[in-house]
């Protein structure tokens, strides 16, 4: 079936290096991504979203990239920060009534101070 | 800023027990989401609203029942409660499909822990 899942199940890096977390999808008729972060004890909290006429969105430190040739999405952390320790959801839309979205599994980001 | 408020964050319940969750959602969303989330298996839907009384069915309804008297209210309900409903409950909605983008805006979860 159709599932959007992530590379990479854990990721550590350094405080102030740039983080790269990795997401692929297979339904080729979503239109809409998006990346949550979620802090342990939290519920998830939007960071950023692309539409699929889109292939780079930036914001504050974040940016996503999306590849439609190979279904691939990606969120990019600059300079990353303690306070960016979580786990981090892509998720896509299913163009249907409902907004329903897709979830994947999760990465959980570690930041080594 | 989109605020989506659940009733409790912890709660603890015996197996039979009626349990209600609660969540409000002050930005005039017309659809409301409710998921579990377990360790190792994600965020799955249980049931979703896109209209007041209007319920569908997500990937796991069985053992819950859904409520959605008002646009801003959607509560979830457990008839009879058993421990492998222990979970943590997390409430989201979003704008109306087809004009707003379907970002989920989501509360900040009920630990549900069933006895």
């Known amino acids: 079936g159709e599932s959007v899942g992530l590379h990479l199940p854990t990721l550590s890096v350094q405080e102030g290096d740039n983080s790269i977390i990795n997401c692929a999808y297979s339904n080729s008729a979503s239109d809409y991504f998006i990346w949550y972060k979620q802090e342990s004890g939290k519920g998830p909290q939007f960071i950023i979203d692309?539409?699929?006429?889109?292939d780079k969105r930036q914001g504050q430190r974040v940016t996503v990239l999306l590849n439609k040739t190979v279904k691939h999405l990606s969120l990019q952390i600059a300079a990353t920060q303690p306070g960016d320790s979580a786990v981090y959801f892509c998720?896509?839309?299913?163009?249907?009534?409902?907004?329903?979205?897709?979830f994947g599994q999760g990465t959980e980001l570690s930041v080594k101070p | 800023d989109v605020k989506v408020t659940q009733s409790s964050r912890y709660l603890v319940k015996r197996t039979g027990e009626k349990v209600f969750l609660e969540c409000v959602q002050d930005m005039d969303h017309e659809n409301m989401f409710w998921y579990r989330q377990d360790p190792g298996l994600g965020l799955r839907l249980i049931y979703f609203?896109?209209?007041?009384?209007?319920?569908e069915k997500g990937d796991i309804p069985e053992g819950y029942s859904v409520s959605r008297e008002k646009k801003e209210r959607f509560s979830l309900i457990l008839e009879s409660a058993s421990t492998n409903q222990t979970s943590m409950y997390l409430c989201?909605?979003?704008?109306?499909?087809?004009?707003?983008?379907?970002?989920?805006?989501f509360g900040p979860g009920t630990r549900l822990t069933v006895l």
């Open positions: 989201a909605s979003s704008p109306p499909s087809g004009g707003a983008p379907d970002t989920q805006y």
């Open positions: 998720a896509e839309n299913q163009g249907v009534r409902g907004g329903k979205l897709i």
């Open positions: 692309i539409r699929s006429n889109m």
């Open positions: 609203s896109y209209d007041v009384k209007m319920k």
